[in-house]
């Protein structure tokens, strides 16, 4: 994948702004037995966000199965679809290492997995009412 820096902006009296890029891409990977196993923690886990996300907002159909995605791609999935601060979505963006891009995602999904799977089974809990489906005896 192929992305494109902006090093400078042209200045002139056009009423567009006129840019300077360079192309660049992702540095080889050595490892290819850590990057699999990274790629496929990383790819497991945005998953189990992405249903808690679904039940938490009542959505229903299937999700795209992303498990055979390759590492590069499936970074910049991620690092796009997370609700990240900007700079930290450029700063992750920007890396040349698919490697530590997808580390960093994954440090960053092991923090927020148990919260979104623990919302979800609340939002399942409050929908039945809070008894989780069972019936309730009135006297």
Not at 5 to 15: G, I, L
Not at 60 to 85: C, H, T, W, Y
Not at 90 to 112: F, G, N, P
């Amino acid at each position: 994948m192929i992305r494109y820096r902006v090093e400078s902006y042209v200045e002139s009296n056009e009423p567009y702004l006129v840019a300077r890029i360079n192309t660049f891409e992702d540095e080889d990977e050595y490892d290819e037995g850590t990057l699999t196993q990274t790629t496929t923690d990383v790819a497991e886990m945005f998953m189990r966000v992405a249903k808690a996300i679904r039940v938490i907002n009542d959505e229903r159909g299937n999700l795209p199965d992303i498990s055979d995605v390759e590492p590069q791609k499936l970074s910049f999935l991620v690092a796009a679809a997370m609700e990240l601060e900007s700079e930290l979505k450029i700063e992750l963006l920007e890396m040349r290492s698919t490697a530590e891009r997808l580390r960093r995602l994954r440090d960053m999904l092991k923090r927020v997995i148990s919260s979104y799977e623990e919302r979800a089974r609340l939002h399942t809990l409050a929908k039945g009412n809070g008894h989780g489906g069972k019936k309730i005896e009135i006297d």
